[in-house]
């Protein structure tokens, strides 16, 4: 699958599925009492109503991949001790705007420095804007992973680009 397609994927879903959750997964370390959540915070998934979208960080913290998938996979990029338990962690109640009854649809989708690639998308940023009003910024350049945030993130991104700002690439939804 070309990216154009994988665009067109991912295009055709937000329009007509709403966004339902953000989850981090990370591990549950099994030596620890009480047990401890480690985020692997270079993971994110964003829920759809039947789907999720796969974020992680890559190229030490420089670039975004994503990918649609039918399931939160634990494909760490690093090895975890054989004690420790995979597990993830939904934050939209504490992440998105408004309710648990409200609804979330993405509105328009900025993606910053896109390469052509086969089969996901590559990027340098992603800005997500729902039908609320609230724009969330995905920043790869966090020391341990992704930064979720704002609009007030994509200002601190671009302010620290070792080069300009790239090229936008704009779904309208």
């Not at 992680?56 to 420790?84: G, K």
């Not at 609230?134 to 609009?151: C, M, N, R």
Request: with cysteine; aromatic share 12%.
């Amino acid at each position: 699958m070309s990216c154009a397609e994988v665009l067109e994927k991912l295009s055709n879903l937000l329009k007509t599925t709403e966004f339902t959750d953000i989850y981090f997964v990370g591990y549950v370390d099994g030596e620890e009492s009480p047990t401890t959540f480690r985020p692997a915070l270079e993971l994110m998934f964003f829920e759809f109503e039947d789907c999720f979208l796969r974020l992680q960080a890559v190229e030490q913290y420089s670039r975004v991949h994503l990918t649609l998938t039918a399931d939160i996979d634990y494909d760490f990029p690093f090895e975890i001790e054989e004690e420790d338990i995979p597990a993830s962690v939904s934050m939209g109640d504490s992440l998105l705007d408004g309710t648990t009854m409200t609804t979330h649809k993405v509105t328009k989708v900025r993606l910053f420095g896109m390469a052509d690639r086969d089969y996901f998308i590559d990027c340098e940023a992603l800005e997500m804007t729902l039908s609320t009003g609230q724009i969330l910024f995905v920043d790869p350049t966090y020391e341990f992973g992704f930064k979720l945030g704002s609009a007030a993130q994509e200002q601190v991104w671009a302010e620290n680009l070792p080069h300009e700002k790239p090229a936008i690439t704009e779904l309208e939804l």
